[in-house]
């Protein structure tokens, strides 16, 4: 056993190592770093709600996250009719904030209350002034709707009014972005229903004229294809919904290409590989058969003699990976960048492949278009990427 003095000793020495070493170690993230990464921590916490439009819930939410921010006691949400969230101190004074809010409103400038002008009978009021400010997305015409109030326990200043003034212009830009968002889904379902208005001027006749062929020659060979017809019409006008699995989406496109073949015949072969774990992926409905139609058109259908397509699907990681690919007399690259108009030449030439790299742009993003590659000659092969997980297929 060591001797009490030898003990003291030892202990010494490993807190003066150790005091050695914190003094040499590198602080991991300074004062500056903390203050910066919880300003952004919160706006990212208050962009969530935000970026789903403004409602009670979704302001609720994000005054929880921005009161943090500015740093006052209480914040709140009001427009011309009352108060639409409220977070923190100063529930109590709704009519004071109500009034700073519709005073903003109605001058179009912040509005800045000290405690004297809020009408408080409490002698023990924590309150000692609100701060309102507009919140006006930048490319909105007309006067604003809403006001974001700050309610704080200490005198206002002029910094706190920049504060509350800069939260707003962010809280503005956040709900105009919610609003682009929208606006981007509202296309997107226009371009499903001209999909679906495009679909019957060729198709339809061309399914009809040849089922007709078969009525005479071959009746139970006319009512599966009426059947085929029937369903694939079916589920290509249904009403509900803006995302199909991949595999009703390829059960479709079976449907389509069951009654092309019974027009081309043997000239129009089908190659199908798809992996079995990628068909429960939820794609934007209608944006296969689009490609696939227009390879039998403008691919196949111009082609002498036998043309095949190919049709595969793959897990690639995160997203799914599908191809269509033709043999066929394939295109210029020059005449798929300025496809002819409607009513010029062949009525929606390649309009098809525009929409679907529209519409999966809209959705996923501007890094999820179509890649399309083709030459006279050459055939064509367009491929995509749908992730496997994504919210708007699950909204």
């Known amino acids: 056993m060591l001797p009490a003095l030898g003990v003291a000793a030892v202990v010494a020495v490993v807190a003066a190592t150790a005091a050695v070493m ?21 706006a990212a916490l208050a962009s969530g709600p935000l970026r789903q439009g403004l409602r009670d819930d979704t302001a609720a939410q994000a005054l929880k996250h921005l009161r943090t921010l500015v740093g006052t006691a209480g914040l709140a949400l ?4 009352g108060v639409i969230a409220h977070d923190g101190a100063g529930t109590d004074h709704r009519d004071a904030v109500l009034a700073a809010a519709r005073r903003a409103l109605a001058t179009e400038r912040p509005v800045l209350l000290h405690a004297d002008e809020l009408s408080c009978v409490r002698l023990d009021c924590p309150v000692r002034g609100v701060v309102a400010a507009t919140v006006t997305p930048p490319s909105r015409t007309g006067a604003p709707t809403a006001a974001l109030v700050a309610v704080t326990d200490a005198r206002p200043s002029p910094g706190l009014l920049r504060v509350v003034l800069e939260t707003a212009h962010w809280m503005a830009l956040q709900l105009e972005l919610a609003e682009l968002q929208e606006e981007r889904a509202r296309s997107a379902r226009a371009e499903v229903r001209a999909l679906r208005a495009q679909i019957s001027p060729h198709f339809v006749y061309n399914a009809l004229t040849a089922i007709a062929s078969f009525v005479r020659t071959d009746p139970e060979r006319a009512r599966e294809l009426i059947l085929e017809f029937a369903e694939f019409t079916r589920y290509s006008f249904r009403a509900h919904g803006d995302f199909t699995t991949l595999a009703e989406e390829l059960r479709s496109i079976d449907r389509y290409l069951t009654i092309e073949r ?37 691919g196949l259908h111009p082609k002498p003699g036998m ?29 798929l960048l300025n496809p002819a108009p409607v009513g010029d030449g062949e009525p929606g030439r390649h309009v098809g492949l525009g929409n679907v790299d529209d519409r999966l742009r809209a959705v996923f993003g501007d890094s999820y278009g179509l890649v399309v590659e083709t030459a006279p000659d050459a055939g064509t092969r367009v491929s995509l990427r749908i992730p496997k997980f994504h919210r708007s297929s699950r909204a």
């Open 22 to 42: 914190l003094r040499g170690r590198r602080r991991v993230i300074t004062p500056t770093e903390r203050a910066t990464y919880q300003v952004l921590h919160s």
């Open 78 to 81: 009001a427009d011309r009719n």
């Open 262 to 298: 019974a027009r081309f015949g043997e000239k129009l072969q089908v190659r199908l590989r798809v992996a079995p774990e990628v068909l429960p992926v939820e794609v934007p409905f209608l944006c296969l058969q689009p490609l696939v139609e227009n390879a039998v058109r403008h």
């Open 307 to 335: 043309g095949t397509i190919r049709i595969s699907a793959a897990d690639a990681g995160a997203d799914c990976e599908i191809i269509v690919e033709d043999d066929g007399v394939g295109m210029d690259p020059a005449i």
